[in-house]
């Protein structure tokens, strides 16, 4: 199994990935599930094959679209020698409901819990609402016209209310979805509160207390499960922030090093070389030749994979 980490960009209710690049074959027979630290809402307009939901796989083609909650294994396999075209919209629910409901936490809990109550994998004309809603928040990022990130968060705020009501829980039934792996179940809280700080100075015992385990613990536990340790994870996270801020800004390296939480530019300048092969000027200089290799920078989440 795979942890795949993504950030939902400063200021934005949603990271949406869309276009040439995400029209390929997916991953013909892949024997693997992955799981994200964010909810993932995938539309297919074109293509067919599987999809698999925990241990229930489904046949897909275009017209279909898939609610997946943040912790949830899945992934998508392609037809054999077809091409699909996916979009894919991520969503920081717990941010987003937290900051939304900051005045009344009860509220908020209440639809965090209930949005991320299950997975869902219909039809469009099943829950055409739904499916219009995302048409269009995937539209609004693409075109990027006046005003689209308000547009885009009262577009977000209306599909994930959409959610929790389409997710009525029935108390009997239902029950949350996590990664069933005992041990990569353990460290998750730690997981998020590394994509929540990374820009502070972290230091092993807050990760071990947010847990509830020994630092010895937490350290075993996270070279077994993602086969490195929270230091080099931590700095995995911090690289990728980097990398945005690299290609985005004509901010210093100096500055991008210690917003990215980098504490010298010294072990800023060691750690992205030792993770993508070139320096941060490089990248910058030329991203899309280096891009690929932090995308499939994969975390594998067991052994033997």
């Not at 997946?68 to 919209?89: D, L, R, Y």
């Not at 959610?163 to 829980?169: F, L, P, S, V």
């Not at 991203?287 to 594998?300: A, Q, S, V």
Request: proline residues 3%; aromatic residues 12%.
């Amino acid at each position: 199994m795979e942890y795949r980490y993504y950030e939902v960009p400063e200021k934005c209710p949603v990271l949406v990935l869309q276009g040439e690049k995400w029209l390929q074959n997916y991953g013909y027979q892949i024997d693997y599930l992955h799981f994200h630290n964010l909810m993932e809402i995938g539309f297919c307009y074109y293509g067919e094959g599987t999809i698999v939901l925990e241990d229930e796989e489904l046949p897909y083609h275009g017209g279909m679209f898939t609610v997946v909650p943040k912790n949830f294994p899945h992934t998508t396999n392609s037809k054999e020698n077809s091409v699909c075209s996916w979009a894919w919209v991520f969503v920081d629910v717990e941010g987003f409901i937290t900051e939304l409901y900051k005045g009344n936490m009860r509220m908020a809990q209440k639809l965090i819990a209930r949005i991320n109550q299950k997975a869902h994998f219909v039809k469009n004309e099943e829950r055409p609402e739904v499916a219009e809603m995302i048409k269009l928040i995937i539209k609004c990022m693409g075109e990027k016209r006046e005003f689209y990130l308000e547009e885009v968060k009262g577009l977000t705020r209306a599909l994930l209310m959409q959610i929790a009501r389409w997710n009525e829980r029935d108390e009997e039934q239902e029950k949350n979805s996590i990664v069933d792996d005992a041990s990569i179940a353990l460290i998750l809280p730690a997981l998020d509160y590394i994509g929540e700080n990374y820009k502070e100075i972290l230091r092993i015992e807050e990760l071990a207390e947010v847990c509830h385990i020994s630092e010895t613990h937490l350290r075993r536990i996270f070279q077994e499960s993602m086969r490195m340790t929270p230091v080099e994870y931590i700095n995995w996270v911090r690289i990728r922030a980097a990398c945005k801020e690299l290609r985005k800004t004509n901010i210093s390296v100096n500055e991008i090093a210690m917003r990215s939480g980098f504490t010298t530019i010294s072990t800023f300048n060691r750690n992205f070389r030792r993770i993508l092969g070139v320096s941060p000027q490089q990248w910058r200089s030329a991203p899309e030749h280096y891009e690929r290799k932090l995308l499939n920078f994969d975390i594998k989440t067991q052994e033997g994979w």
